[in-house]
């Protein structure tokens, strides 16, 4: 597996309790991947509503900065919420994977997610283990 | 406002385990910090200031400490004050996580919990009570609770959320005066949680 020395990722959240422990989660699953080779660094953009997430998505795509590797992102916000979000990243040609992060888990959430452009859908809380296997399934560990 | 953090990821500390319903408290290095507006509550006994202690009494001083937040965690867990999800956080802490994460999550809850549940009593004040209101303060104490791993809180505002759509003030009221009383219960567990490892850092400051 080819060795990145740099990992980007956007975090769509607006519970700050929950963005503090998403952060410690996204980190510490980074670690485990530069142990295995991969990444040996991180960062990680936080974005507070799915407004703020679509502007950083869109900074992103014409700075000189390397796009997101993943986009981690919640489903009810304020200002814009996660399925318009990602269908308005989506619009933009964005191919980032997008993992939308939610406690709603009712096959109805999940499949209006995928509708909107989503690539996957996990419950939260969002331990290690979880994101491991999100890391592992779009090739980022 | 959007954040950016740039994380260096770190080499891995050593695995901890965590002290739950265990008797060997000496496998206990928690890294928190009370808030400094914080008290401890007065139904835990709290060792006396570290200074006035003579030194070689220190380490079964903190040995005392470490028992005392070992018995005060394993009856968090068995009262179901708390759930796996606490144990997780402890977890990304302890694995070589940013010291001090817990005791920030534990801070912001806290504080998050208390504005939600004073506007959630306002609101039932009001003459023409709005249901959908109280019930998205419900469900946003409900996500705070379960980021946590607050099981209690956490079940009692799942059943909060019926009153809110039966629309009944009279249950709303109720489970208001429960979920306080629980959260409560959980704060003045949290603040004595903090202060003893504040203490038992204070101690060992090796362990930061």
């Known amino acids: ?141 | 406002m959007n954040q950016h953090r740039r994380l260096a990821v770190r080499p891995l500390r050593g695995h901890i385990r965590l002290c739950i319903n265990k008797t060997d408290s000496s496998s206990c290095p928690f890294r928190h910090q009370l808030p400094p507006t914080q008290t401890a509550p007065t139904s835990h006994a709290i060792p006396p200031p570290i200074d006035s202690i003579p030194p070689t009494s220190a380490p079964m001083a903190a040995t005392a400490l470490r028992d005392q937040l070992t018995a005060l965690l394993s009856s968090m867990f068995s009262q179901g004050l708390v759930d796996e999800q606490f144990q997780q956080l402890q977890m990304l802490q302890d694995e070589g996580g940013t010291p001090g994460f817990v005791s920030e999550v534990v801070t912001l809850f806290c504080d998050d919990a208390d504005r939600i549940i004073n506007e959630i009593a306002a609101e039932l004040e009001q003459p023409v009570v709005n249901f959908d209101k109280v019930d998205a303060y419900v469900h946003q104490l409900k996500g705070s609770s379960a980021s946590v791993g607050a099981q209690k809180v956490k079940f009692t505002c799942m059943q909060f959320r019926q009153f809110c759509q039966d629309k009944s003030r009279e249950g709303c009221l109720m489970a208001l005066a429960v979920v306080r009383n629980d959260f409560y219960d959980l704060r003045n567990k949290f603040q004595t949680m903090l202060q003893l490892e504040q203490q038992i850092q204070a101690y060992d400051p090796k362990q930061q």
């Open chain 1, 1 to 141: 597996m080819a060795h990145r020395k740099m990992m980007r990722v956007l975090l769509v959240e607006d519970e700050e309790i929950n963005r503090l422990e998403l952060a410690q989660v996204v980190a510490r699953a980074a670690l485990k991947a530069a142990a295995g080779g991969g990444d040996d660094d991180l960062v990680l953009d936080e974005a507070e509503n799915g407004a703020a997430a679509v502007q950083r998505v869109r900074d992103a795509a014409t700075a000189a900065a390397a796009p997101y590797d993943l986009i981690l992102m919640d489903k009810q916000m304020p200002v814009m919420d996660g399925h318009e979000a990602t269908r308005r990243i989506r619009g933009m040609g964005v191919t980032t994977p997008i993992v939308a992060v939610s406690s709603d888990g009712l096959p109805a959430d999940v499949e209006a997610f995928v509708a909107a452009g989503a690539d996957d859908f996990t419950s939260k809380p969002l331990s290690k283990e979880k994101l491991g296997d999100i890391l592992a399934k779009f090739r980022l560990a």
